[in-house]
Every structure is written in structure tokens, then in C-alpha cells.
């Protein structure tokens, strides 16, 4: 899996990662895992898309005012890239 991220990361996963990644946050993945599993997380979406996805919606937009959401907004607006004029076939 590493071979398609940079070197800095790969670095960085390999000597930190496991700080991150320790038997707490593996039992979190284990509890979510089930979820999956046992079907609870399919139900949850399913009533979510049967209800209009209120929670969805909610955690969206609570996202979109998180920092990180801003600066990228505030990057995405530097960047101006030209679109390219569609190809014509010769008459």
C-alpha cells in the first residue's frame, strides 16, 4: 500500500504511525468493524436515506466550517487553471 504515497509519508507512517495506532484505536476499528458486520451501520444509512439524511446534511455542513475546509476553499480560489477549448474535428 505504501508504494503509492510519498517517500515523507511512507517515512512518517513507519515511524510514527504506530504512536497513532495503538490498541485503543484498533479496538475502535474492531467495534466499527462489527458494525459492519453485524448490519447496524447498513441499517443506520438505510433509515438515514429513508428520512432525507438529516444527519448527513448536519455533519456536511459542519465539516464545511471546519479549518481545514476553509483554507482549501481559500487555496482552490488562488489556483487558476485555464480550461481547455474542446477539440474540433477538421471540416
Known amino acids: 500500500m505504501r508504494f503509492s504515497v510519498s517517500d515523507t509519508a511512507e ?3 513507519l ?3 504506530p504512536q497513532v495506532v495503538d490498541d485503543h484505536v484498533r479496538d475502535n ?3 466499527l468493524l462489527s458494525d459492519i458486520r453485524e ?3 447498513a441499517h443506520e444509512w438505510i ?3 429513508r428520512t432525507g439524511e438529516p444527519r448527513l446534511r448536519e455533519l456536511r455542513a459542519r465539516a464545511a466550517d471546519e479549518r481545514i475546509e476553509q483554507v482549501g476553499r481559500e487555496l482552490r480560489s488562488l ?3 485555464a480550461v481547455p477549448e474542446p477539440e474540433t474535428e477538421p471540416a
Open 29 to 31: 476499528m474492531r467495534r
Open 15 to 17: 515511524t510514527r504511525g
Open 39 to 41: 448490519g447496524s451501520f
Open 11 to 13: 517515512y512518517g507512517d
Open 47 to 49: 433509515e438515514q436515506m
Open 79 to 81: 489556483m487558476h487553471r
